[in-house]
């Protein structure tokens, strides 16, 4: 146990009795206990493993690699459409951790074993992502916004993707666009 990730654990108005379960059954698998991102994070040699995370509905162990893990229980959830390598084993009660206490230390154990072995995810490239129509409308009148975009970190680029690509509404894209151009002229990624 790591002292400076105790105050996680002391502070959780809701889910702690499942938190100090999960934190005993991660630390019975021989991993490091770190604070990342204001959340527990379990390391094997510097490598990210698994993290506790609360959300209000349930709280969840994070596999940094889940995509790569067998789950032969059929317990793993992408978070997400836009999640491409982590997978989630989410709990609503003390119970469930209990009952599942071997299978979550065997889906540990196999994480462990994928750093080791030194897989790696394949992430899907940016030029794969698809570009909103709105958005390449834009790209293709301004010649200035298309050099800025294109300009930037991949990440940045994948970032406004999915940030315009999210709205079912055009006329919320094209909102989101509109509000977005003079940073991406700026050279600044979505959260800069």
């Not at 105050?7 to 108005?13: D, G, L, R, V």
């Amino acid at each position: 146990m790591n002292p400076k990730v105790d105050f996680y654990f002391s502070k959780a108005e809701k889910w702690q009795e499942e938190l100090e379960q999960l934190r005993m059954v991660v630390l019975d698998c021989g991993l490091t206990e770190e604070l990342k991102w204001r959340v527990p994070c379990y390391t094997f040699q510097n490598s990210n493993i698994v993290l506790i995370h609360v959300f209000k509905e349930y709280c969840a162990l994070l596999f940094f690699k889940g995509t790569l893990l067998n789950d032969p229980n059929g317990i793993l959830i992408q978070q997400t459409e836009n999640v491409q390598a982590a997978r989630q084993i989410r709990f609503t009660g003390i119970q469930e951790i209990v009952k599942m206490k071997s299978i979550l230390k065997a889906y540990i154990y196999e994480a462990i074993e994928v750093e080791k072995s030194g897989l790696e995810v394949n992430f899907k490239k940016t030029a794969e992502f698809e570009i909103p129509e709105e958005f390449q409308k834009e790209l293709d009148k301004t010649p200035a916004l298309r050099t800025a975009f294109e300009a930037l970190t991949p990440g940045r680029q994948r970032g406004y993707i999915l940030y315009f690509s999210a709205p079912k509404q055009s006329k919320t894209r094209d909102s989101r666009i509109e509000k977005s151009m003079q940073q991406i002229l700026e050279g600044k990624g979505l959260n800069d």
